[in-house]
């Protein structure tokens, strides 16, 4: 959490737009053969021939989506690819290429945004995606970070929200509320270091939590087991804004009720014990929490026993009748209907 004041510092200036793109992105190779033409020409050249193309973006804002004083820059842009490879993922589709844009102040040197990058490539290099273009310009405000996510897909197997029928299971990837509860010791550590800045904080009893906030995985493998298995999601969607706002999510496109069994929900361990030192409600947290970035799709009953026992799926729910209304189904099977109390960037 301490900044070393006496590191190098290279002013961007000496470099230019053009000569800063070409530093920071001269590192990444091409390795898919989708793309014919990458960075260094007005536009990026893809080919996907007879495949189906899907893009999604997201814009990540310092002070809102996230806080310099405990988010090191080298997390900060492996997550800003996690966050935005979770989307395309979340149509059941394969990522290819990404691209990125930063609006950065002068109080940034280079090396602050060599680290930047340095994520940007292990999570391009981990998740085999290309870097394919993007922008840099000055920021007044800060830093902001625009990253576009470009995969690709047979028709056939892409998953829309829309695409739920009555008696579906409801089914999540991974466990919940991890992200969350790692946001809470982050930030009050912050407040500890405001007091004592001589401080150091021990997160080693935290350390999946943490891991969870600074540092998520998209989950590239979902798709593929499920290809795998041979199972084919009638519905899909990330989970970026919390378990409620998504299942309500699934339900308004599908036109159907869905029924959540707060007993099926998957927590970890370090989740709970968290969750009691901080005096928050478990469910409360899984369901409003955001940023776990699992996939929660829904499945034909008849596909169940090819699910059944993976540690990597959890059935909680299933859909029911047309315009039913989302509910959750209390332990002492009370049915309480769902809100949308997820993150709001506009709260």
């Known amino acids: 959490m301490l900044e070393d004041k006496e590191q190098e510092r290279t002013s961007l200036e000496k470099l230019g737009e053009f000569g800063l793109i070409e530093h920071l992105t001269k590192g990444f190779e091409i390795k898919q053969a989708s793309t014919l033409k990458g960075i260094g020409d ?11 193309t899907v893009i999604s973006t997201d814009l990540l804002i310092e002070g809102v989506h996230f806080d310099l004083a405990y988010m090191p820059l080298k997390h900060l842009g492996y997550k800003s690819i996690m966050v935005n490879l979770s989307d395309i993922y979340a149509m059941n589709a394969t990522a290819t290429q990404v691209t990125i844009s930063i609006a950065v102040s002068n109080r940034f040197p280079l090396e602050a945004l060599e680290e930047l990058y340095a994520g940007v490539a292990t999570a391009c290099k981990t998740y085999n995606v290309d870097l394919v273009g993007g922008d840099t310009t000055s920021s ?4 902001m970070i625009s990253v576009t996510a470009i995969g690709i897909a047979n028709e056939e197997d892409i998953a829309y929200r829309s695409g739920a029928q009555p008696n579906d299971l409801l089914v999540v990837s991974g466990d919940l509320g991890a992200a969350y509860m790692g946001l809470q010791v982050l930030e009050r550590e912050k407040e500890v270091f405001k007091v004592n800045p001589n401080s150091q904080p021990d997160l080693e009893p935290y350390s999946y939590i943490v891991e969870r906030q600074l540092k998520p995985e998209a989950r590239k493998d979902i798709p593929e087991l499920l290809k795998q298995l041979e199972v084919h999601p009638t519905s899909m969607i990330d989970i970026s804004d919390g378990l409620s706002s998504e299942i309500l999510h699934l339900s308004k496109s599908s036109g159907l009720g869905i029924d959540l069994y707060e007993d099926k929900i998957p927590l970890d361990p370090t989740v709970i014990s968290a969750c009691e030192e901080f005096k928050i409600d478990s469910t409360l947290v899984a369901l409003s929490g955001g940023e776990d970035y699992e996939l929660l799709f ?3 009953q008849k596909e169940f026993p090819k699910i059944k026992g ?3 799926l959890t059935v909680i729910g299933h859909t029911t009748g047309k315009d039913e209304g989302a509910y959750l189904i209390s332990r002492n099977n009370t049915k309480i209907p769902l809100t949308a109390q997820g993150w709001n960037s506009f709260d």
């Open 42 to 52: 007005d536009a990026t050249v893809l080919d996907f021939k007879d495949k189906k």
């Open 140 to 143: 007044k405000t800060g830093l």
């Open 298 to 300: 829904t499945i034909d």
């Open 310 to 312: 993976n540690p990597n």
